[in-house]
């Protein structure tokens, strides 16, 4: 399989290059990323557990994808791309949200957009390699899970979820 290659950016999301994945890890390259939210019909969040594999906060939650921008796609491809692939599902209406600029952890810097839609539960069929469960919750049964042990979620998932509710979050918003 070819290493994935990704767009280089700017501070402004201008593009300025094209490098592998794990290059632009290793240097901390800024470069583009996705996530969706999915709520079922009674508002509840669609959210991941990663895998044990993944080299990236193994078994931490996350937001329903979250997916990297691949050389020559948009923000938008990449979030409906990341559905097919992520949890299977297809031909559903996502909206943009907003865009920002965060530091991911150690070298990972990207500027990412969150979009957000409604999904039928029996028609997510997640790829069991990158996901190892998926559950739905309420807003308020995730800010009392935050409050109880915020080592569970992955870092961004939790700024992204501050920004979502109108708190104060580690990142800047771009629009």
């Not at 070298?107 to 790829?127: A, T, W």
Request: net charge negative; proline share 1%.
């Amino acid at each position: 399989m070819s290493e994935e290659i990704l767009d280089v950016v700017d501070e402004q999301d201008n593009l300025i290059g094209k490098e592998t994945r794990k290059k632009v890890h290793e240097v901390g390259l800024w470069h583009r990323g996705v996530h969706v939210f999915l709520f079922d019909e009674d508002g509840n969040l669609l959210i991941q557990k990663r895998s044990a594999d993944r080299a990236s906060n193994p078994l931490r939650l996350d937001c329903s994808v979250s997916e990297h921008v691949q050389s020559g796609e948009n923000y938008l491809e990449a979030a409906i791309r990341g559905l097919k692939e992520e949890i299977g599902v297809e031909n559903i209406q996502i909206k943009k949200i907003a865009k920002f600029r965060m530091n991911y952890g150690i070298n990972d810097n990207e500027i990412s957009e969150l979009y957000e839609g409604i999904v039928e539960p029996s028609d997510v069929k997640f790829d069991s390699v990158e996901i190892e469960s998926i559950f739905y919750l309420s807003m308020d049964e995730l800010k009392q899970m935050l409050k109880e042990d915020e080592s569970k979620f992955c870092y961004w998932f939790v700024e992204i979820l501050k920004m979502y509710w109108g708190e104060e979050a580690k990142m800047y918003r771009m629009e």
